[in-house]
């Protein structure tokens, strides 16, 4: 007899169906309405060693014949590093993804991976995706409900590709500038991480964890990773217990409390103690404590630093309590180290057990028994419009505005001819910064999105709007929009010891300065950076963080259609001096106060406020040359606005300001004619 291909598919369907109803669910673990724990529980006890230590490695997508090792060592997990993509389009996220789920269903007891990428600002590796701005941006909204908003989105676009978890969000602390790594988190208060912590874990997760259009969070890293001396990456944070609590903890606490499913720990060391293998902090303070029921992954090779000797590194680690971990190179080494450590007795089964079961705990709970394929259905959603809108009232409100002097913003949508000045005006990579497309990120046309000029000229129309990258123009600008800021960078490679302007921004700067027109300076950059005199020169001054693709959100408030709303999520510092600096430090005298930003509105109301704002670079000690070429009146208040001393300037001289006490003052001169300028510094 010959059977047509349908017939036998016909058979065989019929077959496996009459197999699933006779049986619905041959074990407990398959059964989707059992509770996860009897899952669990029932699964765990299927398991030998093998599988068990399988369940706690995680490799990278790149490991050399990754499918087969997925079947063959029972790996739990995969992830992709920054930069590091199956060619870039969603069918090749999706193809590949599902090719690995085959290779875990091809084990014994058919346990699927869970993939973890970094979606920190969007889904930033995968080409198209909206990028949203990094953290640091997001912290100066103030906008919980927004930092939701944009964590969903985005795991919808995570979903797009296929994948199923994120390293995210960075619940860091950052308190010093100049760490490499301080844009990827909201801010230097316990009060904003623990604010967005919880509201990026339940954008991310949604309320229950298994819906197919949110993903797994990982809050990290655990824990300190932003209080490190002298900001230095992967450094060591000395602080007491109450300071690590007060400080570095909160955020923690919240995204527990949000049901976070993994925490990642950090590289950094705690009074001279690595985390990786901290069992008080990661058992007894996050397991035990505060109750945290999900699993604890270890950071890129962290643990290596522990020994020298890895074997002796996956003991201590695993004793301190991470559960899986996450091995790019070795994975095969931790396998066979850490199934001999058990056979010897170092590594408690109980140990063992405790892990592999936080961690099928989470892959029930995310459906990925009954779900671990990927489809197509949300591709569309990837980069989607409704997304980028979003990603544009994200860029819009964490804009702060440091200055405007003369009413130079808002800027008139129709009359005039605007010079758009510096080269990163029109750079995408440089927008978006690090862990954008690449690990370190990069310049140029990287992906998608809508460029700071784009978003200018849109507005304006072709006509009346020059480019120029190095600020000189021949033709006739009435003023000019300079963008200026860092180059993109991740992790160690951003630590610099005095961030500021490079001398190429700085001449573009002095090249519009030649024109004579009024101009407003947008900063690109991770941090707050030293500003000398580049905020007392320009008429007005925005800091734009790393806002990502969608640049018309800088054009809504530049040209009116919506104030300033930006908050600072930092202490801005006069120089470096100064760092770390945070709010709530003895003494304090930054050049902006965490909190500080301006509106368009609020016209010289309170007088710290005032739009006129200009900041005296340098500490002064006995004679502010402050030089007016009119007589005058000379004000000083102290922050909360008491007036305290009060004379009269001659033309032309200097004043002497000897007679403050040390601190920060704002200058109030009224000129004999009426003009005022006010001037903020801090007398040494
Ligand atoms: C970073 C983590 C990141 C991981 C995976 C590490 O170097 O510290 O934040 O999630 O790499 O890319
Ligand atoms: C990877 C990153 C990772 C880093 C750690 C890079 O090669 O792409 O994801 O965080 O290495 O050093």
Redesign the pocket.
């Known amino acids: 007899m010959k059977l047509s291909i349908t017939t036998l598919i016909f058979f065989s369907c019929t077959l496996a169906l009459l197999c699933q109803s006779e049986q619905a669910f041959p074990q407990v673990y398959l059964d989707p309405k059992a509770t996860v724990e009897d899952r669990v529980n029932d699964l765990l006890s299927q398991m030998n060693l093998d599988e068990k230590i399988g369940q706690m490695v995680q490799t990278e997508r790149s490991f050399s014949n990754v499918n087969m090792a997925i079947t063959q060592y029972f790996l739990g997990s995969i992830l992709s590093?920054?930069?590091?993509v199956p060619g870039n389009t969603p069918q090749s996220w999706i193809t590949m993804y599902n090719s690995m789920q085959t290779a875990a269903l091809a084990t014994r007891l058919k346990i699927p991976i869970i993939y973890g990428i970094?979606a920190v600002h969007g889904n930033n590796n995968v080409y198209g995706a909206t990028i949203f701005p990094h953290n640091i941006g997001m912290g100066c909204t103030r906008d919980s409900v927004l930092v939701t908003k944009c964590a969903s989105a985005t795991a919808m676009e995570v979903r797009a590709v296929g994948l199923n978890w994120t390293f995210s969000p960075c619940i860091a602390d950052v308190r010093d500038i100049r760490w490499g790594r301080s844009y990827e988190g909201f801010g230097e208060t316990p009060e904003l991480q623990k604010m967005m912590a919880f509201a990026a874990v339940k954008g991310y997760q949604g309320d229950s964890l298994g819906t197919s259009d949110h993903i797994l969070a990982c809050a990290k890293h655990f824990v300190g990773d932003g209080g490190t001396q002298n900001g230095i990456n992967q450094g060591n944070t000395v602080v007491t217990e109450a300071d690590m609590r007060r400080i570095h903890l909160p955020g923690y606490i919240r995204a527990i409390q949000a049901g976070v499913g993994s925490v990642m720990i950090s590289f950094n060391s705690w009074n001279g103690v690595y985390c990786h293998g901290n069992k008080y902090l990661i058992t007894d303070v996050l397991k035990n404590e505060l109750e945290f029921k999900g699993f604890t992954v270890s950071d890129?090779?962290g643990i290596k630093y522990l020994s020298g000797d890895f074997k002796t590194a996956i003991n201590i680690a695993v004793n301190a309590g991470i559960d899986m971990y996450m091995e790019p190179s070795r994975p095969l080494d931790f396998i066979n180290y850490l199934k001999q450590l058990v056979n010897e007795g170092s590594v408690p089964q109980s140990r063992i057990d405790d892990a592999v079961k936080r961690i099928l705990a989470v892959k029930f709970r995310l459906n990925l028994f009954e779900k671990p394929y990927a489809t197509n259905a949300l591709v569309d959603s990837l980069g989607a419009k409704s997304h980028r809108t979003l990603a544009r009232q994200a860029v819009r409100e964490s804009l702060v505005l440091l200055k405007n002097s003369g009413g130079m913003l808002p800027l008139s949508k129709s009359s005039g001819t605007i010079l758009v000045a510096g080269q990163k005006a029109k750079d995408i990579g440089s927008q978006c910064g690090g862990w954008t497309i690449t690990?370190q990120g990069g310049t140029g046309a990287i992906t998608k999105g809508t460029t700071i000029f784009d978003a200018i000229q849109n507005v304006r129309g072709s006509g009346n709007v020059i480019y120029s990258a190095n600020g000189v123009s021949t033709g006739k600008p009435d003023l000019a929009v300079v963008v200026v800021g860092e180059t993109p960078y991740a992790?160690g490679g951003g630590d610099n010891p005095n961030p500021q302007l490079s001398s190429g921004d700085l001449s573009v700067i002095a090249n519009v300065q030649k024109l004579k027109i009024p101009y407003v300076v947008l900063l690109i950059s991770g941090r707050p950076i030293i500003l000398n005199n580049v905020i007392t020169d320009a008429n007005a001054f925005v800091a734009c963080w790393l806002p990502g693709t969608e640049a018309s959100g800088i054009s809504d408030v530049l040209f009116g259609d919506y104030d300033f709303k930006g908050k600072l999520s930092h202490t801005w510092p006069i120089s470096i001096s100064q760092e770390p600096i945070n709010w709530g430090d003895i003494p304090y005298q930054p050049l902006f106060e965490y909190g500080f930003g301006l509106t368009i509105k609020e016209t010289g109301v309170p007088i710290m406020k005032s739009p006129g704002l200009s900041v005296y670079p340098n500490p002064v000690k006995d004679f502010l040359s402050f030089l007016s070429d009119n007589e005058g009146v000379a004000e000083f208040y102290n922050l909360i606005g008491e007036l305290k001393i009060r004379e009269n300037v001659q033309a032309q001289s200097k004043i002497n300001v000897s007679k403050l006490s040390t601190g920060i003052y704002i200058l109030k001169f009224t000129s004999n004619s009426g003009q005022i300028q006010i001037t903020k510094f801090v007398k040494d």
């Open positions: 590093g920054g930069g590091s970094d890129w090779e690990w992790e």
